[in-house]
């Protein structure tokens, strides 16, 4: 099944379905008054480079999962440090993994940490290094975190991601002009808190597709 099949068409309206993302920044977290309140997902941060492993990435993914929550995890890129291959296989070795099970979402590449003296060109092979090596061990892409101004400036607004799943940061009411090379996005990261612990998500659907789309 095709992603655009699983998602609302830009620009009508559509059934979003409230989740959230946490790390060790959050020691406490209510996943089930999360769910209770509407959420139905959770990212969990994993790694980070090629020698951080998230130290409460066990106990939010147990927790996460007892709740009843569709969860996966993601990590966090240091372009600047390592190989894409390197750091795909360290979040792989450390709960990046991905099954069609219907409750774990592919893992997440988490873009943000500035251009780390890469050119654009150099930034654009290490996401594909990563992705291609992330496929090879999952048989599916990961999904990318980022925001319109990074992907600008970081990959010279590149077009040649959109199998990836979007994850769009903007703090905002609206998610705004998405970077090039997608049309739509999966998931919203709408706001830098969210009730029950770490920041706000939406899923760009319903809860049966995202259900789906943990399945594919």
Not at 49 to 67: K, L
Request: net charge negative.
């Amino acid at each position: 099944m095709k992603l655009l099949s699983l998602l609302a068409l830009p620009g009508l309206a559509y059934a979003a379905v409230q989740g959230f993302d946490i790390s060790h920044y959050q020691s406490s977290v209510d996943y089930a008054g999360a769910y209770s309140s509407g959420a139905r997902f959770v990212m969990i941060k994993a790694t980070e480079g090629t020698t951080y492993t998230d130290p409460a990435f066990s106990t939010h993914y147990t927790g996460a999962t007892n709740a009843g929550l569709i969860r996966g995890g993601y990590h966090f890129a240091r372009p600047g440090s390592s190989s894409g291959a390197a750091q795909a296989e360290y979040f792989l070795a450390h709960g990046g993994g991905w099954t069609g099970d219907g409750i774990t979402l592919p893992g997440m590449l988490d873009l943000e940490a500035g251009c780390s003296g890469l050119s654009a060109s150099a930034m654009v092979s290490w996401i594909q290094d990563f992705g291609e090596t992330y496929k090879a061990g999952t048989g599916r892409y990961p999904m990318i975190y980022t925001t319109t101004s990074w992907w600008t400036s970081c990959t010279g607004n590149n077009g040649g991601f959109g199998e990836y799943p979007l994850v769009l940061a903007r703090w905002a009411s609206s998610p705004g002009t998405l970077p090039n090379g997608w049309s739509f996005h999966s998931f919203w990261q709408n706001a830098d808190t969210y009730a029950y612990g770490g920041d706000s998500e939406v899923w760009n659907g319903s809860q049966e597709n995202l259900v789906k789309f943990a399945s594919q």
